[in-house]
């Protein structure tokens, strides 16, 4: 037996004498003739194992509080030679339930292939008291409590060596994919802030028409905006505070608790940067309704802030003033009249969508969040609208819809073009002036699109007369 | 080390070993069940083992005692299980006969909960009680071990003789929790406190195995007492080797074809379906019918007639048309090539 074990080793002292005469069997195998180290040996098993039940707790498994003590013992009895035996061992002594064997055959690798490379790597320094990666490990009953902490810190310190040993385990994954995401999502955030600039570039406002627009109005809009970015991505990251309950985060930690969640994690959308198609309908019905410098400062705030913005306008026929709305020297309130003037009178959604998939194709791609306004009264063919607001439900990421009529208490999609679209939109909304909007903005950030969105559940709608927004 | 030493069997056994005892008892076991049995045993650990009905849990605890040659001492749990029906009871008849012939005494006589009883038991009757001595001649205390009914688990505790007996305590998740928290003493230390007598620990730890069909989560403090064993329903190869071992008056082709039309059942989406139990009792009853030792294949005729010893809800068997019949019968005809290799 070594004399310079430490007292305060978890595992007790027949056990360990087992276990180095087992690990000793292993190094044996892997190193012939080699005099090994022991205790360096036994050290790296355990704080492996330490790791591994770490990293099964974390990934939500239960395993008791004693259970590493007993998973030492039984590797002990088992042996490291070879690998079903151990994972039978740590199977048997760290789970709980029958649900958690996914987590364990998930990183039952890692552990493996991290404890046969130091082994070996212990085997083959014959003699050394300690190999670097154990000096510069923690003691296992320390890393016991701050595994979380040290997480990042060890893994990465622990990789290097692992690379360098060569190549002769194939079913490796020296991470977790878990690791890559958050790395990821952290990039994706910078990205998305110095992203969410306009392309664009300086330009006036348009007219003076924005400029009409109160403060709190042009909050509302810059607000509106601001939620279409985050639908644009269907990913969520972990957020420290919200209203988004991440229900299966509870529910797995409230399992530590006894079925009682002690607090509830969030989450929130990971805010990307914006694409977005904005598709108005300029017939009279609805041109008359909303309130246009409203209109006209959404699209401009689209326009700036979009990483890809795109207007269209359409009636009987669909045209891209994109152009007319990006330019500086653009008139897209004229623009917007022009259109109306030119060409009035009823409706063709459906024929608009097929133009714009047509002509414009690349104007939608999933990333695309479009948003449709019109009233919905549609004169065309309702079969050609279907075929065509399925084709953009399927393509864009999202599509808001927002109705100048559902301002109304009393509405109900109940026209034949609300009728047919409604199904395919992922949010119907009311649309006459900024206090809308804001309205719509508040539901897409507490619900996202996946959620219980639209008009119906206004809450001016449940309570009295809608209070805003009666321009005409 | 043969393993046939008297003593403890559990210190001396090999994985070898265990896997020659269960072959001898006709088990077969995956190397992962006889990994955690070797653990259990060479850890003195409690086994917990979970998994579908008639998946072979109780099995288990049997052939473990058989093959170690040791009583198997068998608790059933039920809802309501007590602590006196699992543990002990006092013999009141001849508590209650003994005070009335004046041979025993209850010493105080309010009954067991008496301090002064549990005084005159635990202080080995040196003092014999503060007011009990007026019987005159010193009459032995009724709370003895003469009086007590011994139920399984202090059998299990107090078992004499070389070998451990296993202990089986079967589908622990019909107990209530309350009986679970009273198992945890029994399970960590192999030992009870009875108030009268003091508390009783077991020379030869029992080997325990405990089985729950996952009908109510247990408690982690049960859970985390014991090693964990999940047992699956099992390959259409281990399968067939268990029915081959079980029952072998059925031909082999017919018994693969049995495991087939198995495997294949239990890729529907029955309420209850069929484990390693009930493809036993199918075999047995296609072997049964087919008293002459025809080796045909199975016939949809058959399978319909026979369908009763693999599905026991009625949901289950008016869910079997004709068109899962034929499916069935499509997987026995094509088992016969999969046995073909091992044969």
Known sequence: MS???????????????????RVVRGLDR????????????????????????????????????????????????????????????L?????????????????????????????????????TPATDGDESETEPAADLESDAESEFLSDAEASTPDASEGTESVDVRISTGRRHATGETAVDAADGAARRYSA???????????????????????????????????????????????ARRALRESLGTGGTAMELPTREPVPSELRCCLLIDVSGSVLDTIDRDTLLAVAERLQDTARRGSVFLFDTDLIDATREFERADGDPATALREAEIEWGGGTRIGGAFETLRRRHPHAVDRRTVVVV???????????????????????????????????SPAYEPSSRGMATCLPYVDGLFGFAGPSDLAEAARQLERRGTDGPIGYEHDPRRIGAEPDGGDAG | MTGETPRTPAETLSESVIRERFERQNYVADDRVVTTVQLALQLGRPLLVEGPPGSGKTE?????????????IRLQCYEGLTAENALYEWNYTKQLLAVQSNEGTVAGGTGPESMDAIDDASGAASHSGSGAAAEGERPQSVFDDEFLL???????????????????????????????????????????????????????????????????????????????????????????????????????????????VVERLREES?????????????ARAVASLRADGEAESLSTDEIERTIGCLLKEVEDVTRVDTELLERLQAAAAAADDRIEPTD
């Open chain 1, 30 to 89: 892997a190193s012939g003739d080699a005099v090994p180290d022991f205790e360096g040996a036994r050290k790296h098993v355990l704080t492996e194992l330490v790791r591994f039940v770490g990293r099964l707790r974390r990934e939500g498994a239960t395993v008791a509080a004693d259970g590493t003590l007993e998973a030492a013992r039984a590797l002990s009895v088992v042996g490291l030679a070879d690998r079903e035996p151990a994972a039978d061992a």
């Open chain 2, 150 to 260: 011994e139920r399984p688990l202090l059998r299990a505790l107090t078992a004499g003789g070389d070998r451990s007996p296993v202990l089986l305590i079967d589908e622990i998740d019909r107990a209530d929790e309350a009986f679970e928290a009273f198992l945890l003493e029994l399970l960590s230390d192999y030992q009870v406190s009875i108030p009268e007598l003091g508390t009783v620990s077991a020379e030869n730890p029992p080997i325990v195995v405990l089985t729950s069909n996952r009908t109510r989560g247990l408690s982690d403090a049960l859970k985390r007492r014991c090693l964990y064993l999940h047992v699956d329903p099992p390959s259409f190869e281990t399968e067939y080797e268990i029915v081959s071992r079980k029952v072998p008056e059925l031909d082999g082709a017919i018994a693969a074809e049995v495991c087939a």
């Open chain 1, 3 to 21: 004399p310079n074990r430490t007292p305060s080793n978890p595992v007790d002292d027949g056990s360990r004498a087992d276990a180095e005469r």
């Open chain 1, 91 to 127: 199977r048997a002594t760290l789970l709980t339930g029958a649900d958690d064997g996914a987590v364990f055959d998930e990183e039952f690798p890692t552990f493996w292939h991290r404890l046969r490379t130091g082994i070996d790597r212990i085997a083959t320094h014959e003699g």
């Open chain 2, 270 to 282: 029955f309420l209850k379906r069929p484990g390693v139990a009930e493809t036993l009792d199918w």
């Open chain 1, 200 to 246: 664009v570039g300086d330009r006036e406002p348009v007219a003076a028409d924005g400029a009409s627009l109160s403060d709190s109005e042009g909050a509302a809009i810059d607000r509106f905006v601001a939620a279409l970015a985050t639908i644009s991505g269907r990913r969520t990251r972990r957020a420290e505070r919200g209203d988004r309950v991440d």
């Open chain 2, 60 to 72: 288990l605890g049997k052939v473990l005692a058989e093959g170690f040659d040791t009583e198997l």
């Open chain 1, 373 to 407: 306004v019109s009233d919905g009264l549609d004169v065309g063919d309702p079969e050609a609208l279907e075929d065509g607001v399925t084709w953009l439900a399927r393509r864009a990421d999202a599509v808001v819809w927002l109705n100048p009529l559902a301002v």
